[in-house]
């Protein structure tokens, strides 16, 4: 297999000392959703979490990794970010504000810190894999580890599709 060229998220994670596994996949580019991520990675689509960026009223804008399989909950996203209500950010604003585009967004190394809030499910995992900044490449990661890295919050905010 080819070296795995490191990326900005995982450079950060080097620089704080903490344990991960860069995972390479296949990437569809018709196909950005996070079961073909888990396919390709032929893990449980449970342990694949995918980085949602949204902006609440009053309370700007803030970051939700869920599951895979789930979808974010607006009405419980907007509660735990202190706003009445949120939305997810226009495609084309996702670029300028992270500095990640679709299907390449990590909740590690965006252009700056946003609140973030990760599903309560992913500390029921022994690791979970988030994206690494670029298409194609998943962070492996003990969920404890990445969500004090980000400063993040663990909370409910996301529902079954």
């Not at 419980?76 to 706003?83: I, L, S």
């Not at 997810?88 to 390449?104: D, S, V």
């Not at 979970?128 to 890295?149: E, M």
Request: glycine share 8%.
């Amino acid at each position: 297999m080819d070296k795995v060229s490191k990326t900005n998220a995982a450079r950060l994670l080097d620089r704080a000392k903490i344990k991960y596994e860069l995972i390479p996949y296949t990437v569809d580019p018709d196909n950005l959703a996070a079961d073909h991520v888990a396919a390709e990675l032929g893990e449980d689509i449970n342990t694949v979490f995918k980085t949602l960026v949204l902006h609440g009223e009053k309370a700007g804008h803030f970051v939700c990794v869920i599951p895979g399989n789930m979808e974010v909950d607006l009405k419980k996203a907007a509660k735990v970010a202190g706003a009445k209500k949120a939305e997810m950010i226009p495609m084309k604003e996702l670029l300028p504000l992270t500095g990640y585009i679709r299907g390449g967004c990590s909740p590690i190394g965006m252009k700056k810190p946003f609140p973030t809030f990760f599903h309560s499910s992913a500390l029921g995992h022994e690791f979970i894999y988030v994206s690494a900044g670029q298409r194609g490449l998943q962070i492996k990661i003990a969920p404890r580890d990445l969500i004090d890295f980000c400063n993040a919050s663990v909370e409910d905010v996301a529902s079954d599709k």
